[in-house]
T-cell receptor, first 115, second 111 residues
Framework: DTGVSQDPRHKITKRGQNVTFRCDPI?????LYWYRQTLGQGPEFLTY????????KSRLLSDRFSAERPKGSFSTLEIQRTEQGDSAMYLC?????????????FGNGTRLTVT | SQQGEEDPQALSIQEGENATMNCSYK?????LQWYRQNSGRGLVHLIL?????REKHSGRLRVTLDTSKKSSSLLITASRAADTASYFC???????????FGQGTRLTINP
């Protein structure tokens, strides 16, 4: 059973560097979400795609953050000029469209540490 | 900001006891979902209850929903050590296309 996979699992970077994360959703899922989670908190919505279209972005997503989903398959989340406040777990999830009655399937996340 | 608020923030019980977690939310919803998260892992969907449902069961899980009070509860019966995890409620507000998660309840089952 191929679930949602995220790469890398851990990333340590110095402040000011750029980082890119990848998410491979479940193949038949056409919705893909990115969330950010800090220690002791629930996941916070960042953005979502339906196929290749990015349909909503949170105000949390500053101009240093960009997400893409070329061809409606895998997605990348890039953070430019990282700051210590960007340290968090970045979670990707996928679901079927029409699927606010469908659950989200989460990957195991990418833990980012900015030093 | 989080829409759902879970209560309590942390809960520690003995194996075999029942665990009850509560969730409150602010806006009208289409459905409410509960998720579990083991340390360092992603979230796993447990159960979904629609706004026109009042109670739902799945194995040892029982979820209730009171839309007039904008609240839900998750009951885990006959708890096991493997139930140790954080539990989150999540809602999709009417007209929204995303789930909004609460802060979670950290559940510890002591053997």
């Amino acid at each position: 059973d191929t679930g949602v996979s995220q790469d890398p699992r851990h990333k340590i970077t110095k402040r000011g560097q750029n980082v890119t994360f990848r998410c491979d959703p479940i193949s038949e899922h056409n919705r893909l979400y990115w969330y950010r989670q800090t220690l002791g908190q629930g996941p916070e919505f960042l953005t979502y795609f339906q196929n290749e279209a990015q349909l909503e972005k949170s105000r949390l997503l500053s101009d240093r953050f960009s997400a893409e989903r070329p061809k409606g398959s895998f997605s990348t989340l890039e953070i430019q000029r990282t700051e210590q406040g960007d340290s968090a777990m970045y979670l990707c999830a996928s679901s079927l469209v029409g699927g606010m009655h469908s659950p989200l399937h989460f990957g195991n996340g990418t833990r980012l540490t900015v030093t | 900001s989080q829409q759902g608020e879970e209560d309590p923030q942390a809960l520690s019980i003995q194996e075999g006891e029942n665990a009850t977690m509560n969730c409150s939310y602010k806006t009208s919803i289409n459905n409410l979902q509960w998720y579990r998260q083991n340390s360092g892992r992603g979230l796993v969907h447990l159960i979904l209850i629609r706004s026109n449902e009042r109670e739902k069961h799945s194995g040892r899980l029982r979820v209730t929903l009171d839309t007039s009070k904008k609240s839900s509860s998750l009951l885990i019966t006959a708890s096991r050590a493997a139930d140790t995890a954080s539990y989150f409620c999540a809602t999709d507000a009417k007209g929204a296309q995303k789930l909004v998660f609460g802060q979670g309840t950290r559940l510890t089952i002591n053997p």
